[in-house]
């Protein structure tokens, strides 16, 4: 596939990367790739499994997604979705929640059938948490997996709510779907929602790094300069569990980039 004309690729740790110039180019050429995977897989097995991803990053990928489908150019008739995470605790209600934001900025505006869009849910009471996350594991191997996986990265270079760990590489690869404690760099850059630190959750429910890594495809989307520094080192610095995205690079094959000149400026020009 070829992602874009206006993109210039490259490749860092095995991984393909392209650059565009800036970020709404991406995210055109992130719809259409997602289109295009919906379209081969739903031809190919009848359904296709999309992981998906909240935050300011993708909010361009779904608007464009959203006029693809006004268009007829792109339908979820036969389409499961699984985000990646969700706070916890929170209500499906809290208009903070990932839930309310999947609504809000896509599930609403296509034709996804009501029991095909998957969170975690953080209703969840404490004591079933595990059963729940290994719960969601399951679902997604018994869908025959994710066919494609989409992903931002924190400033920290966490992906989905996988935070840095001292864990090492081999155990923090094995991470299933589990609660987690959000890192403080997380923190901070949710007060952007919440309003104030306080009011922002101390945990949340993630997708395992396992079940991530294990995606047919894996597009990850990073723009601007304050993602430079997790960028450069995720693609240019060892692979460890202290920079989760490094660990991209043992998926190598199956991973895209796609990111702007800002976020590439000064090592990947
Ligand atoms: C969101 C998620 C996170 C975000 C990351 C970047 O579902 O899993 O890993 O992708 O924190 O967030 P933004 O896009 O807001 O900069």
Redesign the pocket.
Known sequence: MNPSQSARSTERAGQRVCVFSDHHQACAAAADWIALSVRENTERRGRAVLGL??????LPVYSRLIELHRLGRFSTEHVSTY???EYYPISPLDPLS?RAYMHLNLFQHLDLPANRTHLLDGTTPEEFVDDHCKQYDRWIEAEGGLDLQL????RNG????NEPTDLGEPRAMALPTRRIPLHPT?RQ?AVREFGSIDQVPTHALTLGIQPILAARSILILAFGSSKREAVQAALTGPATSRVPASLLRHSAERVVWMIDDSCAEGWCD
Not at 53 to 58: M, S
Not at 151 to 154: P, V, Y
């Open positions: 991803a909240t935050g300011a990053t993708p985000n990646l995470d990932y992903l931002g990265i924190g966490h992906i989905g709510f997380t850059d």
